[in-house]
Every structure is written in structure tokens, then in C-alpha cells.
């Protein structure tokens, strides 16, 4: 399982690299923005990775079990953020309020992963 845990982590990071590669070629222009959704990712891949194997309250994320299904949780997750990241970079004028909600957004998904973390 913590194999499968570290190639989704890296295949999902490696995946966001190459987005914001043809998202933008210039680093230096969107640098914050680029940055949050690197941290949007990286809380959202700990979100994912602290609810394997736990009771799931959203039936969306959760097996036939009730508990969470790792499969459909990362499809969830995966396509909120491609979606999420499609629509800012089509709008790239809201840069400033998009790298907000971003963090805020990444500071929600720690804020989970800690309660999953401590709820074991």
C-alpha cells in the first residue's frame, strides 16, 4: 500500500509539473500562483493519503464498505484540481485571488490530513 501511496504522490506531482510547464513557460511571471498550486497539490495528495483505509462520511469517496476507496477518492481528487487548474489558467487576470484561494484551499486540505491523522 505505501508503494502504490508513493507512485500515485509522485505520478500526481510529476502530472502538475508538466500542467504548469504548458500552462505558462515563463517561471518567473506567475511564480506565487505557481507555487500555491504545487501546495494545493501537496495537501491534497496528504488528504488522500491520511483517509486510506478509514471510515468515509462522504459517499461520493467511500467503497461499498463505507470506507474509502483509494481509486475513487484520487479520481475525485485529480479531477477537482485538473478542473480547478483549467479554469485559472484561462483566467489569468485573477492570478492574485486564484494563488489566495489556493492556499487557503491548501491550508484546508493540511488542516484535514491532520484530523485523519489524529483520529486513528
Request: contains cysteine.
Amino acid at each position: 500500500m505505501r508503494l502504490a501511496l508513493s507512485i500515485f504522490y509522485w505520478a500526481f506531482m510529476l502530472w502538475l509539473g508538466a500542467l504548469l510547464l504548458f500552462c505558462s513557460p515563463a517561471w518567473g511571471a506567475d511564480r506565487a500562483w505557481k507555487v500555491s498550486l504545487v501546495t494545493m497539490a501537496g495537501a491534497s495528495a496528504a488528504d488522500w493519503a491520511s483517509s486510506l483505509g478509514h471510515w468515509e462520511s462522504n459517499r461520493l469517496a467511500s467503497g461499498a464498505d463505507g470506507r474509502f476507496a483509494a481509486r475513487r477518492g484520487a479520481a475525485i481528487k485529480a479531477a477537482t484540481f485538473a478542473a480547478s487548474t483549467a479554469i485559472q489558467c484561462k483566467t489569468p487576470r485573477h492570478r492574485k485571488l486564484w494563488t489566495a484561494l489556493n492556499f487557503a484551499a491548501a491550508g484546508v486540505y493540511a488542516g484535514v490530513a491532520i484530523r485523519n491523522g489524529r483520529v486513528r
